[in-house]
Nanobody, 126 residues
Framework: EVRLVESGGGLVQAGGSLTLSCATS????????VGWFRRAPGAEHEGIAC?????????LYAYSAKGRFTIHSDKANNMVYLQMSSLKPEDTAVYYC??????????????????WGQGTQVTVYS
């Protein structure tokens, strides 16, 4: 059974940093594309970052995240991370990791992912 379990969310001051973790199981990480999404109250899922674990670690970032957020995978330990810095109150949301078995190319839309974690709350205060 494919499982994605997130951790690392919490309360952080604006300008600070936070790293989210996604522990994966039930599949070979190198065969899947993994992305991070977030959902603010009343909003749709917003794609933040994506990594293709089968194409030399190719990554794709949302414009709002590029330069502040970094996605990377530790395939040996079946982990995917989202390192966040220079956090803003607008980053406050529930953050999800998701995986796709539907090809090796990077993906930007929530509908392109078939497995999802439970989400972890990130709150940025100023």
């Amino acid at each position: 059974e494919v499982r994605l379990v997130e951790s690392g969310g919490g309360l952080v001051q604006a300008g600070g940093s936070l790293t989210l973790s996604c522990a994966t199981s039930g599949f070979i990480l190198g065969d899947y594309v993994v992305g991070w999404f977030r959902r603010a109250p009343g909003a749709e899922h917003e794609g933040i970052a994506c990594i293709s674990n089968s194409l030399g670690g190719e990554t794709l970032y949302a414009y709002s995240a590029k330069g502040r957020f970094t996605i990377h995978s530790d395939k040996a330990n079946n982990m995917v991370y989202l390192q966040m810095s220079s956090l803003k109150p607008e980053d406050t949301a529930v953050y999800y990791c998701a995986a796709s078995s539907w090809g090796y190319d990077t993906k930007t839309e929530a509908r392109e992912y078939n497995y999802w974690g439970q989400g972890t709350q990130v709150t940025v205060y100023s």
